[in-house]
């Protein structure tokens, strides 16, 4: 339900910031920023 109501607001034209430690939930996201070792990657 809550990632819907991202999805929602995406669709508005908002941008949304997500912190997870789950795989699944990132996988739903359009771009994906991972910390490793205090420097960010993008997959």
């Known amino acids: 339900m809550?990632?819907?109501q991202f999805r929602?607001?995406?669709k508005?034209?908002?941008t949304?910031?997500?912190v997870t430690h789950?795989?699944?939930a990132a996988?739903?996201?359009g771009?994906?920023?991972e910390i490793s070792?205090?420097?960010t990657v993008t997959k």
């Open 2 to 4: 809550v990632m819907e």
């Open 22 to 24: 789950e795989p699944k």
């Open 8 to 10: 929602f607001l995406k």
């Open 27 to 29: 996988e739903q996201c």
């Open 16 to 18: 949304v910031v997500i």
């Open 37 to 39: 070792d205090g420097k």
């Open 12 to 14: 508005q034209g908002r």
């Open 31 to 33: 771009r994906v920023m």
